[in-house]
């Protein structure tokens, strides 16, 4: 099966609230996760990556956090906007060339 | 700078029939991906190349797919014969090295009936 998942896989929120997006990876070795965006009809759009040697990383109203201790990653949107509506996948780095995508969490924002 | 191209976007065929999709990855970009991607599901690996060799292809089910990428750029991924169960959306992504920050084309549905 996968090794990397989510725990919800639908979140709706109000426009202007903030959004928090949770993964769960099994392989304690990886050593790089990406996010990604995928709209309708489009392909998974790169929103912001994260290495292990850390435990944030910040972009323009994105927030990785990395948690290697329970092998928990997620991503925070800070004042969600209805173009924020798509479906997000984590992705973890397997071995030395391999992505693996969990399944995705569909985001709805309520205007 | 443009994107990774597919084609075609759409593609409707019957079961036992065979199929054929089109990438043009970035320019420039080594290393070529397709990966299969169910309704529902996230995107799952079929292979991957690197320049004109193929770096892994252990989920690519070898009886029907093929893929191959000639003279190291664009990519053709073929299906013979489909089953049911191949329909899905076709994704081609591109890299400049490795699978850090891969660039996705838009995809091709296919349905087979």
């Known amino acids: 099966g996968e090794s990397v998942g989510l725990h919800l896989p639908t979140l709706s929120v109000q426009e202007g609230d903030n959004s928090i997006i949770n993964c769960a990876y099994s392989n304690s070795a990886s050593d790089y996760f990406i996010w990604y965006k995928q709209e309708s009809g489009k392909g998974p759009q790169f929103i912001i990556d994260?290495?292990?040697?850390?435990d944030k990383r910040q972009g323009q109203r994105v927030t990785v956090l990395l948690n290697k201790t329970v092998k928990h990653l997620s991503l925070q949107i800070a004042a969600t906007q209805p173009g924020d509506s798509a479906v997000y996948f984590c992705a973890e780095k397997e071995g030395a060339q391999k992505l693996v995508f969990g399944q995705g969490t569909r985001l709805t924002i309520n205007p | 700078e443009a994107g990774v191209a597919q084609s075609p976007r759409y593609k409707i065929i019957e079961k036992r029939q065979s199929v054929a999709f089109w990438c043009n990855p970035i320019s420039g970009h080594a290393t070529l991906y397709w990966y299969q991607q169910i309704l529902g599901q996230g995107p799952k690996l079929l292979i991957q190349?690197?320049?004109?060799?193929?770096?892994?292809d252990s989920q690519l089910p070898k009886d029907r797919f093929s893929a191959e990428r000639l003279k190291g750029v664009d990519s053709t991924l073929k299906i013979q014969p489909a089953k049911l169960e191949d329909s899905a959306v076709y994704l081609c992504a591109s890299s400049l090295v490795g699978p850090d920050t891969q660039y996705f084309g838009p995809g091709t549905r296919l349905t087979v009936l």
């Open positions: 190349f690197q320049n004109n060799g193929v770096v892994d």
């Open positions: 994260i290495r292990s040697n850390m």
